[in-house]
C-alpha cells in the first residue's frame, strides 16, 4: 500500500515536472516570436505569457527580469549553422556559407538575435554578448575561416587572405547592407558579393 502511494506521487512529480518544460519550452518560444515580431523595445512579460497562453506569475516565477528571459530565449533557440561545407572550391563553398547566413538571418531567431543586437543599449548589450558570440558570431567567423584555409591549401588563395578582416568582411557586408539598406540577400545578390568582393579579395596580391 505504501509503495503504491509513493509510485502514485512520483507519477504525479514527473508528470508535473514535464508540464513544466513544456510550458517553460512555450515561453521561451512565446519570447522569441515577440523578439521577431515587435523587437526588444515591442517585447513585454504580458505578451510573452499570453503568446505562451500562461500568466505573468509563471513567467516571473523562472525569469525575474525582462533581459533573463530574453537571455534563456536566445540560448535555447539560435539559428543553427551545419558544418563548414567542403565542395573543393572557395567560391562555391563560400555562397553555400552566404546562403545559410542568410536564411538563419531572416529566419525567427535571427530576427530575434538582429532585435537584441540593433536595439539594445550598451549595457544592455554586454548582458546578451556570451549568448550571441557563441550562438552567431563565432560560427560566422569559423566556418569562413575553414573555407578559405582549405583555399589557401589547394592555391585558391594567397597564403596571407588567411586573416580577421577577410574572415569579417562577409558577416560585416551582409549585416550592413540588411540594415541600412533593407537587403534581402537574394542568390543573385550573394553571388556577386562573392564573385565582385571575396573572390579579388582572396586572390590579389597583398601590399
Not at 515561453?27 to 500562461?54: K, M, Y
Not at 530575434?112 to 552567431?136: K, L, N, P
Not at 560566422?140 to 578582416?165: F, H, Q, S
Request: hydrophobic share 40%; charged share 30%; aromatic share 6%.
Amino acid at each position: 500500500m505504501v509503495t503504491s502511494r509513493r509510485a502514485t506521487a512520483q507519477a504525479r512529480t514527473a508528470a508535473s515536472r514535464r508540464r513544466g518544460a513544456v510550458r517553460e519550452r512555450a515561453i521561451l518560444d512565446a519570447a522569441l516570436e515577440q523578439l521577431s515580431a515587435v523587437g526588444w523595445s515591442g517585447l513585454t512579460v504580458e505578451g510573452v505569457a499570453a503568446g505562451a497562453r500562461t500568466g505573468k506569475a509563471a513567467v516571473y516565477r523562472r525569469w525575474p527580469s525582462k533581459e533573463d528571459l530574453v537571455a534563456d530565449a536566445l540560448r535555447a533557440g539560435p539559428p543553427r549553422f551545419e558544418a563548414a561545407p567542403d565542395r573543393r572550391s572557395v567560391r562555391e563553398d563560400l555562397l553555400v556559407l552566404c546562403r545559410r547566413a542568410r536564411d538563419a538571418m531572416f529566419s525567427q531567431s535571427g530576427l530575434a538575435v538582429r532585435a537584441v543586437v540593433h536595439e539594445c543599449d550598451t549595457t544592455q548589450a554586454e548582458r546578451f554578448h556570451g549568448v550571441i558570440f557563441e550562438g552567431v558570431v563565432e560560427p560566422t567567423l569559423t566556418m569562413p575561416r575553414e573555407v578559405i584555409e582549405r583555399g589557401t591549401e589547394r592555391g585558391e588563395a594567397r597564403p596571407d587572405a588567411a586573416n580577421g578582416y577577410v574572415f569579417d568582411a562577409i558577416p560585416a557586408m551582409m549585416t550592413y547592407r540588411s540594415k541600412m539598406c533593407g537587403s534581402e540577400w537574394t542568390d543573385a545578390d550573394l553571388e556577386e558579393m562573392i564573385d565582385r568582393l571575396m573572390v579579388p579579395l582572396l586572390r590579389s596580391g597583398g601590399s
